[in-house]
């Protein structure tokens, strides 16, 4: 892999290290290591908080050498902070990465990507099923610094190998399952092109439902605000990956400012210890509620890859070992079916987030797709009438209760 030359910080990354070894035989139980990694090597079961943004040195010529230092440096929170390093350890260790690197937010860690990576001149394949604010960056900033971005069907074999052939194509990014259709992306396509750059948003998965990695993609991205985080506490992002390609994302990232907090990195390595526990529940209730809605015949559709029905419910089978958390459905009626219906819920709650303890209805059309041009918006498939959930800890009988009342009252 050729990392890009053009950020000349090479006197700051050449004496990364590599993550410790985070056990003599760490467990191949990704549950059992949630809780095991990030802990550093002290005995306290709780990972310590270093809130300090700075470090004193002991003159000029220590001054220097932790500003030559990399990622070993003790200096300035934005170059490295223990808390984050912790967290970072933790991801690469449940992604099955060599190393980790997290940034303030989803969004950071994928601009900071694309910026790290591209070049005006340079092209990105992007799928066209992304989350609504990847779509709005790569459809507009992106496009406005030079670098020129082809938007693939996801579900159509072969889409990004195709469309990833032009000599400046530097990256391609998938996300799957994708926000909000569920749409999926063939992990092993994906990972078998050469960009050279392959990333996937694997935020709705988790690393307990799919490793990108495994099928030889470059970066796995997350917001681990999301089910990583998993209690709506830590607005954070965070890529996985080889550690020289971490090592140059790393020098660009100290420029670009999108350092992630201590406090969240606290947060975040606390929600891991149970993300096994999490997403087993999470992931069982999601199927067993999408199974409900699709027999229902109360939504024009339901959308879950879990489902036998689904068109890729083989592929789902195939690279993921649990479905994730998250299902669509569709109403006939559009958006003011959608408003009756979220009016009616009492349990269920509206907000934009996902992943967390608390089941959420969103209506991406207009909030977390909303300002796209309409025809990126119907791509991304996020209807007038679809409504995403993110299905939380709730017992599933007073979820299907909830849904079902709401249904009636809205109906009449
Ligand atoms: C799939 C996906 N990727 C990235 C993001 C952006 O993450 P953040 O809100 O942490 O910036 C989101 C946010 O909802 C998302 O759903």
């Known amino acids: 892999m050729t990392i890009p030359t053009g950020t000349d910080t090479s006197q700051n990354y050449a004496n990364c290290v590599s993550l410790p070894p985070h056990g003599s035989s760490?467990?191949?139980?990704?549950?059992?290591?949630?809780?095991?990694s990030g802990r550093g090597s002290h005995r306290a079961l709780t990972a310590d908080l270093s809130p300090s943004t700075t470090w004193s040195s002991e003159g000029l010529d220590d001054t220097h050498r932790q500003a030559v230092a990399?990622?070993?440096?003790?200096?300035?929170?934005?170059?490295?902070?223990?808390?984050?390093?912790?967290?970072?350890?933790?991801?690469a260790d449940l992604e099955g990465a060599e190393d980790a690197l997290a940034f303030g937010s989803g969004m950071g860690a994928l601009a900071t990507v694309v910026y790290a990576l591209c070049s005006p001149g340079d092209h990105i394949v992007a799928q066209q099923q992304l989350y609504g604010g990847s779509l709005a960056f790569l459809a507009?900033?992106?496009?406005?610094?030079?670098?020129?971005?082809?938007?693939?069907?996801?579900?159509?074999?072969?889409?990004?190998?195709?469309?990833?052939?032009?000599p400046r194509t530097m990256l391609v990014i998938a996300e799957t399952p994708a926000n909000p259709s569920l749409a999926l992306a063939d992990l092993d396509e994906v990972g078998?092109?050469?960009?050279?750059?392959?990333?996937?948003?694997?935020?709705?998965?988790?690393?307990?439902?799919?490793?990108?990695?495994?099928?030889?993609?470059?970066?796995?991205?997350?917001?681990?605000?999301?089910?990583?985080?998993?209690?709506?506490?830590?607005?954070?992002?965070?890529?996985?990956?080889?550690?020289?390609?971490?090592?140059a994302i790393w020098a660009y990232s100290v420029l670009h400012g999108a350092a992630a907090s201590p406090y969240d990195a606290h947060n975040a390595l606390r929600g891991i210890?149970?993300?096994?526990?999490?997403?087993?529940?999470?992931?069982?209730?999601?199927?067993?509620?999408?199974?409900?809605?699709?027999?229902?015949?109360?939504?024009?559709?339901?959308?879950?890859?879990?489902?036998?029905?689904?068109?890729?419910?083989?592929?789902?089978?195939?690279?993921m070992s649990m479905f994730g958390s998250m299902l669509a459905v569709e109403l006939e009626g559009g958006e003011d079916a959608c408003r009756r219906f979220i009016d009616a819920l009492e349990l269920v709650r509206p907000a934009t987030s996902l992943g967390g303890p608390e089941t959420l209805v969103c209506h991406p059309a207009s909030s977390t797709h909303f300002g796209l041009d309409p025809e990126t918006l119907s791509n991304s498939a996020a209807a007038p009438g679809l409504l995403r959930l993110?299905?939380?800890?709730?017992h599933i009988t007073d979820l299907i209760d909830d849904i079902s009342r709401a249904l009636d009252k809205s109906a009449t």
């Not at 760490?26 to 095991?36: G, L």
């Not at 997403?279 to 809605?293: I, P, T, V, Y």
Request: aromatic share 6%.
């Open 192 to 247: 078998s092109i050469g960009a050279p750059f392959t990333v996937v948003d694997s935020t709705f998965a988790t690393p307990m439902c799919q490793q990108p990695l495994r099928h030889g993609v470059n970066i796995s991205l997350h917001s681990a605000t999301k089910g990583i985080g998993g209690h709506n506490d830590a607005l954070l992002g965070v890529i996985a990956a080889e550690s020289d390609l971490i090592d």
């Open 140 to 166: 507009g900033p992106v496009q406005r610094m030079g670098i020129s971005v082809t938007f693939v069907d996801a579900t159509e074999p072969g889409a990004f190998t195709r469309a990833a052939t032009t």
């Open 273 to 319: 210890r149970t993300l096994g526990v999490r997403q087993e529940r999470q992931c069982a209730s999601s199927l067993a509620l999408a199974e409900w809605c699709a027999q229902s015949g109360r939504f024009s559709a339901a959308h879950h890859h879990g489902l036998a029905s689904h068109p890729q419910h083989a592929l789902a089978a195939r690279q």
């Open 390 to 394: 993110s299905v939380g800890l709730e």
């Open 70 to 91: 990399g990622r070993r440096s003790k200096m300035y929170s934005r170059y490295t902070n223990p808390t984050v390093r912790l967290f970072e350890e933790a991801v």
């Open 26 to 36: 760490p467990s191949p139980h990704r549950d059992t290591r949630a809780v095991t």
